[in-house]
Structure formats: structure tokens, C-alpha cells
């Protein structure tokens, strides 16, 4: 498994813009598809964006489709969430996960980091 380590969270006026970052440890980052996950205050988490292991295929949730892009750079074992035109209802705690080849399902979690739009 590789470690995951959120970054970028903060408060923000609906209309605005934030890039979430997450940094990764592990040689084996490269292999992983990566996503993004969110969960607001009382509600189940719900996933947001993923990547595949080349960052040639990218898949969003309906809710931010136009406004968020998912990026990795493999050089730097990193992957990031740049989301624009913010909405209060995107307020919530953003994770980082990761899928390791041939598992169903993301098997390694960062802690989130906390992203409030106000409006």
C-alpha cells in the first residue's frame, strides 16, 4: 500500500477555487489509480474524481463535471484536485485514495482535509 497525504483544504467564497494536493510514498505509486472522495458533515462519502494509473483515463462524479479536474504527476508521486466555480454544497472533507492493480476497490486512505464554502 502507499501513504496518502492531503493538502490544500481551506475556506472559500462560493465562485472560487482551490487544488487539493496529495502526496504519496511507496514505490508502487505509479500502478495505482487514484481518486478523489468527499464526505460532508452527517452524510456517507461519495466519490468525486479518479484516475487511472497513466492519467489517461479520468471519471467524475455528475456533481462537479465542469468544474473539477483530476491530474497526477508520477514523477512526483502526486495526484490533485483543482475545483472551480466552488459551491457551498462541495463543503466537505476531501480524501485521497488508492487502488492497487487487480483489488476491487480503493485499499489505501489519507486522513482528508477540510474544505468549507461559504456563501
Known amino acids: 500500500q502507499v501513504q496518502l497525504v492531503e493538502s490544500g483544504g481551506g475556506l472559500v467564497q462560493a465562485g472560487g477555487s482551490l487544488r487539493l494536493s496529495c502526496a504519496a510514498s511507496?514505490?508502487?505509486?505509479?500502478?495505482?489509480?487514484l481518486g478523489w472522495f468527499r464526505q460532508a458533515p452527517g452524510k456517507e462519502r461519495k466519490f468525486v474524481a479518479a484516475?487511472?494509473?497513466?492519467?489517461?483515463?479520468?471519471d467524475y462524479a455528475d456533481s462537479v463535471k465542469g468544474r473539477f479536474t483530476i491530474s497526477r504527476d508520477n514523477a512526483k508521486n502526486a495526484v490533485y484536485l483543482q475545483m472551480n466555480s466552488l459551491k457551498p454544497e462541495d463543503t466537505a472533507v476531501y480524501f485521497c485514495?488508492?487502488?492497487?492493480?487487480?483489488?476491487?476497490?480503493?485499499?489505501?486512505w489519507g486522513r482528508g482535509t477540510q474544505v468549507t464554502v461559504s456563501s
Open positions: 511507496g514505490r508502487t505509486f505509479r500502478s495505482y489509480s
Open positions: 485514495a488508492g487502488q492497487r492493480p487487480g483489488v476491487t476497490g480503493y485499499d489505501s
Open positions: 484516475v487511472d494509473w497513466s492519467g489517461g483515463y479520468r
